[in-house]
């Protein structure tokens, strides 16, 4: 069987090396796994480095309930640049997220259409806050009060701004800052 000398070189590691992609570490702030709300298996955060996040606890049973529609449609226009909207169900306010994991996932799916990451029910405040969310707060210096409560994260996980449950997912002064990340590289 005939093969060339580039062949011979390229298997004998003669060739040209090639270029190294670098795999940039996963920020401190996204060193963290937890359940996807549809497949309930684990997801690191690590896995959207480089991307701009928007981390919003949600509950179905809340008078701010309708920003899914507002986030389904940002995410949609916005995730071709980088942006990555993550919900975190949680009923720590109200008890207004008492449902199921399968409950809150059709609720979302069949309302809103919610395509973005979604995950398992999650405690944000208190003395049973996930690690993630204690940090957010302790990063924004800012703790959620209620549901829909927005975080944004820049593309280096480094810089966390907090946005109150009163801005809606089209507020001028989030989007600016959302575009303002995002033009980051």
Known sequence: MFRSPYF???????????????????????????A???KRQ???LCQWRGKVLLVV???TYCGFTSQYDGLEKLYARLKA?????????????GDQEPG?????????RLTYGVQFPMFAKTSIVGANASAFHAQ???????APRWNFHKYLID????????????VQPDDPALLARIDEFLDQQ
């Not at 957010?136 to 800012?142: I, P, Q, V, Y």
């Open 155 to 166: 593309r280096s996980g480094k810089q966390v701004l907090s946005f109150a449950s009163r």
């Open 136 to 142: 957010l707060a302790t990063a924004s210096g800012e």
């Open 57 to 59: 606890n949600t509950a």
């Open 42 to 44: 684990p997801q690191s």
């Open 8 to 34: 011979l070189a390229f298997a004998l590691g003669l060739g040209a090396a090639l270029p190294a992609v670098a795999v940039e570490p996963c920020p401190p702030l996204l060193d963290h796994s937890f």
């Open 100 to 108: 199921s994991s399968q409950e809150i996932a059709d609720f979302c």
């Open 81 to 93: 640049r980088g942006l990555v909207v993550l919900g975190f169900p949680s009923n720590d306010f």
């Open 36 to 38: 996807s709300l549809q």
